[in-house]
């Protein structure tokens, strides 16, 4: 095999490993996504508080 021919299947070999990561990256990232697309935000103390809250016409929360 010449050097030329050597250094073809190398270039190729390259080319493919470094599309083969690129299209595994992408889909790693995708995946590893919420289902909604975006990122859940962590529970936080008071995040999943009981009952239900509305605002009173002069503009204060109350909860019921």
Excluded: I
């Excluded at 250094?7 to 289902?35: D, K, N, P, Y």
């Excluded at 909604?36 to 503009?59: C, K, S, W």
């Amino acid at each position: 095999m010449s050097d030329t021919t050597s250094a073809r299947h190398v270039f190729w070999r390259t080319v493919t490993v470094a599309g083969l990561s690129t299209v595994g990256a992408l889909v790693w990232s995708s995946r590893r996504r919420s289902a909604g697309g975006r990122h859940e935000m962590p529970d936080l103390p008071g995040a999943h508080e009981d009952g239900t809250f509305h605002v009173t016409p002069d503009g204060r929360l109350q909860q019921d």
